[in-house]
């Protein structure tokens, strides 16, 4: 349900982008106390690619581009990888932003698969981070930052997942995406980085 809302307040959420010189904070907005308070990505721990525990003070002090995807990804995680890859080229020397990759096949892609595919990648593990853990959990977690993952024995490689690349703020705000399947819309979405990291420097 969440995630069809989201999808429903779509075209409205990019139109607010465009006209605003400050990126919106997307998803379910509550009033509480008197106090406006937005979607945040909640808490989570899980296992880097060097099994290491990463949590949400990992990343609090930068912003993050975060993608679901599964090394034996037959379909679509391919093309993600490729376009996750134009935001790393740009961004490898910017130190606010980092990159996030969470699997969603955690049985076959431990922390060493993980670590062999960013060095067959080419890049810094520091700038972006793979993860793994409790599927269950990263499952769920794929439902707060509003992308569809479900394991689907009748999907290519048994997981049916978007491709959608997320841009999470300082304080765990989402303020922007792409579909990382369609290079023009990640073209934006780089667009959009750059706008946030503005926005830190007023």
């Known amino acids: 349900m969440k995630y069809l809302i ?18 919106p904070v997307i998803g379910r907005m509550e009033i509480v106390d008197g106090d406006t308070v937005h979607h945040m990505i909640p808490d989570f721990e899980f296992i880097n690619q060097d099994s290491m525990t990463v949590n949400n003070e990992d990343l609090d002090n930068h912003i993050y581009l975060a993608d679901f995807f599964f090394t034996s990804c037959p379909s679509i995680c391919p093309v993600v990888k490729k376009q996750m890859l134009r935001i790393y080229e740009k961004y490898k020397d910017e130190e606010k932003v980092k990159l996030v990759s969470h699997t969603i096949d955690p049985k076959r892609d ?63 705000h989402i303020r922007s ?25 007023k």
Do not use: M
């Open 177 to 201: 995406f792409a579909e990382g399947t369609e290079p023009d819309d990640v073209t934006r979405l780089l667009k959009d980085i750059q706008t946030l990291l503005d926005e830190y420097e």
């Open 110 to 172: 431990t922390p060493a698969k993980l670590k062999k595919y960013a060095a067959d990648l080419g890049v810094d593990t520091d700038k972006w981070i793979f993860l793994t853990g409790n599927k269950d959990s990263l499952i769920e977690i794929a439902n707060d930052y509003f992308v569809a993952a479900l394991e689907d024995p009748e999907a290519p490689g048994g997981f049916d997942h978007s491709g959608k690349i997320i841009l999470v703020d300082t304080r765990r």
């Open 6 to 23: 989201f999808i429903i307040s779509l075209s409205i959420l990019i139109s607010c982008q465009q006209q605003q010189a400050e990126l």
